[in-house]
């Protein structure tokens, strides 16, 4: 939602921008990436990674608008791993850029563009010093979870998954297993979820419960139903914390600092 109701936890759809050791990686391409791209050429920032949970329309909608992508300074990895039929990152982004969807093809991006595929399971090495284990997320079409480890701290990004009580589940608790933060797809409350059977999302009480088991230190609700308005949203963040303390709703532009330690959780 996008409005005067809405500005609180926000209307763009997902991109989240982190930095460890010497990677920038910004995970997924909404509409969120068109401000953060603005951010990141007044930075003067040249290499980013841009790593993709799954291709759906939300969640790609606005990489033909980041500005780094055609700016000739810019070095830009795009990362994939999730498509189930084999295609290639490349292949996505040419999906992307596709008249008469949009008017101009994937080679009037002036940055160098290079493009990384991964299997769910693999780990990846963005640059020295910063891990990122991804894996398989339950999710029509499919879809990638990332854990990104770095000095001591770890973060999750697990979006887009659907709790099954089974090897989703536990795949979850795998990448999150003692994160400091993890930011989990909690779409539906727990009254709506009934109706949405098999749509790919998830509810606050389900990722309460999957973080307690994996033993998460603070997590945010994310991929907010697109039609809440700020009150909505507040009163589901009030309801998750009244039995999840740790809990949270995910606020667009929040950010967080994750203090380096020496011991690090592991996977």
Not at 188 to 210: I, M, N, Q
């Amino acid at each position: 939602m996008v409005g005067a109701d809405a500005l609180e936890f926000g209307g763009h759809t997902a991109c989240v921008e982190v930095r460890a050791g010497d990677s920038l990686m910004l995970f997924d391409a909404g509409s969120g990436i068109i401000p953060a791209g603005k951010a990141l050429l007044e930075e003067g920032i040249t290499e980013i990674n841009l790593l993709f949970s799954h291709v759906h329309y939300d969640h790609i909608i606005g990489l033909p608008y980041f500005l780094p992508a055609f700016w000739n300074k810019a070095k830009l990895r795009i990362w994939a791993g999730h498509m189930q039929d084999g295609s290639t990152p490349e292949q996505l982004v040419d999906g992307i850029f596709r008249p008469p969807y949009f008017p101009i093809t994937k080679e009037y991006m002036r940055a160098d563009v290079e493009y990384r595929q991964f299997t769910p399971g693999d780990v990846l090495e963005p640059s020295p010093g910063v891990r990122l284990v991804t894996g398989s997320l339950t999710h029509p079409n499919g879809a990638v979870g990332y854990r990104v480890e770095c000095k001591g701290a770890t973060f999750c990004y697990l979006t887009d998954f659907e709790h099954d009580g089974g090897a989703g589940d536990a795949e979850i608790v795998r990448l999150a297993r003692n994160a400091d933060l993890a930011m989990l797809d909690a779409t539906y409350t727990p009254e709506e979820y009934p109706r949405y059977v098999k749509f790919g999302h998830s509810t606050w009480r389900d990722c309460g419960a999957l973080c307690a088991k994996a033993g998460v230190r603070e997590w945010g609700m994310f991929h907010h139903m697109h039609m809440r308005a700020d009150i909505d949203q507040q009163a589901i963040e009030d309801a998750a914390r009244k039995e999840y303390p740790n809990a949270f709703a995910v606020r667009q532009g929040q950010h967080f600092h994750l203090a380096a330690r020496t011991e690090n959780a592991g996977t």
